[in-house]
């Protein structure tokens, strides 16, 4: 929180014209300075004072604090299918799965926490069968989309309650949302897009994610707060193999929200175009790099695609010439894959594109530079031009199809 230190503060007005956010203001009555609760500690106004009258505390958890959190919780988040039907994304399997990894040290308890509307939850049995000990039950229709506001007040509740440890998301559109919201309001320290976890001798968390455009890889330790938050890239761990067998605790948590705490209204919900090509759960992903030539040429790779059944992907590349868009980009700026078949056209394997297919089962890179660093990390790589290559590869593969 913003202090501010009246016998320091003159009133002069500074901080009010600095603040981005108009969540600092001066008093005409005191002449001293105020905070609002839009402020967010961004520390603009504690460098402009001149009088040394701001200055941010940070709440840290005292050792003896630290000791009442344990227990790695995860959002367990849900999505509508095409008949609107609410399912458990895929990466909260995959954040169990690592959840039991970091468990093997740890040795505590792992749950899930899954929101939504009365009666209209998907069956939860399956998070047992895929690592969770427990599930926090958190009902109410105010739930049945998802908005920040209900969903922060939730979940912030619930942490306050359950003090753990660690706390996970998926760094999807919505957890990218939330998670933020949350380490605010409980003060707590949040690593983003994380793409390893690991537990220290201290047993604290260690965060992994590139940084400096992926040139190095950040550890990062929230040694003072807790939970230690952290978002995974989807696509990134593995998802655990199921065991039937397990079996868990059902835990309600009573929901106190307020029609008046959401602010955001829901008018109509469509399914965008953007949303029918996932790169994210394909199977099978023919990915254009440069090499390509020009956007003509994208003919060639969609064919390939159509006829194995996959779809197109692209590199950076090409989204920045226009040629491609967002949602099909592949790497660190874009998504994180990981298909059972990679098949990479002309791209010449940056680390910023690597980071985000590394996990693919079978990669197969075809360029004309033997010394291309797609190769260091193919199963199967082929020299060689891919207009030679493919429209070869499409005329064997009808010819066999013909013969069956
Ligand atoms: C902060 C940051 C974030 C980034 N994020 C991403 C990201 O998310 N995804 C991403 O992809 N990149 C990302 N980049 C860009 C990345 O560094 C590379 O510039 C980019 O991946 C290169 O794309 P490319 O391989 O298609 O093109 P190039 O590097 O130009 O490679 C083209 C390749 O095609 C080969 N080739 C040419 N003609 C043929 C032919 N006829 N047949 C076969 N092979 C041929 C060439 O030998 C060459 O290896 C990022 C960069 C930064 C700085």
Redesign the pocket.
């Known amino acids: 929180m913003l202090e501010i230190n009246e016998e320091n503060c003159i009133g002069c007005t500074i901080c009010e014209k600095v603040c981005p956010f108009g969540a600092i203001f001066v008093d005409p009555e005191d002449k001293k300075a105020k905070v609002l609760d839009t402020c967010t500690l961004c520390g603009a106004c504690v460098n402009a004072c001149r009088y040394d009258a701001i200055t941010i505390k940070r709440k840290t958890v005292s050792e003896e604090d630290l000791e009442k959190y344990s227990g790695i919780m995860i959002w367990g988040e849900l999505e509508k299918d095409e008949l609107k039907n609410l399912q458990i994304k895929n990466v909260v399997f995959e954040l169990l799965g690592k959840a039991q990894e970091l468990n093997k040290t740890l040795n505590e308890t792992i749950s899930v926490v899954i929101l939504g509307p009365p009666g209209k939850i998907p069956p939860i049995d399956i998070l047992y069968h895929y690592g969770a000990d427990e599930v926090f039950l958190c009902e109410h229709e105010l739930l049945e989309n998802y908005s920040t506001d209900g969903f922060t007040t939730v979940i912030t509740t619930l942490i306050i309650n359950e003090k753990p440890s660690i706390f996970f998301y998926g760094a999807t559109v919505n957890g990218r949302d939330l998670a933020p919201r949350i380490a605010a309001r409980i003060a707590a320290g949040l690593t983003a897009d994380c793409t390893a976890f690991d537990i220290n001798k201290e047993k604290q968390l260690v965060q992994t994610r590139p940084a400096f455009?992926?040139n190095i890889m950040a550890s990062i330790i929230s040694p003072f707060t807790r939970p230690q938050m952290a978002t995974a890239r989807p696509n990134n761990f593995q998802i655990p193999i199921k065991d039937t067998s397990r079996k868990g605790d059902l835990k309600k948590f009573e929901v106190k929200i307020e029609k008046q705490t959401i602010r955001t209204k829901i008018i109509e919900e469509t399914i965008s175009k953007v949303d029918t090509i996932n790169i994210e759960e394909a199977d099978i992903l023919v990915s254009?790099?440069?090499?390509?030539?020009n956007k003509e040429n994208l003919k060639l790779v969609k064919e390939l695609a159509r006829e194995i059944k996959g779809i197109m992907s692209?590199?950076?590349?090409?989204v920045d010439l226009g040629w491609t868009s967002h949602p099909i980009?592949?790497?660190?700026?874009?998504k994180t894959v990981s298909p059972k078949l990679y098949i990479a056209?002309?791209?010449?394997?940056?680390?910023?594109?690597l980071v985000?297919m590394k996990s693919s089962d079978i990669l197969i890179a075809?360029?004309?530079?033997p010394e291309?660093p797609?190769f260091k990390v193919a199963d199967f790589g082929i020299v060689?031009?891919?207009?030679e290559i493919i429209p070869q590869f499409l005329k064997q593969l009808r010819a066999e199809r013909r013969k069956n």
């Open positions: 455009g992926g254009a790099g440069k090499g390509i030539g692209s590199s950076r590349a090409l980009q592949v790497g660190q700026s874009g056209l002309g791209i010449s394997g940056a680390i910023q594109h985000g075809i360029n004309t530079d291309a797609i060689g031009d891919i207009f």
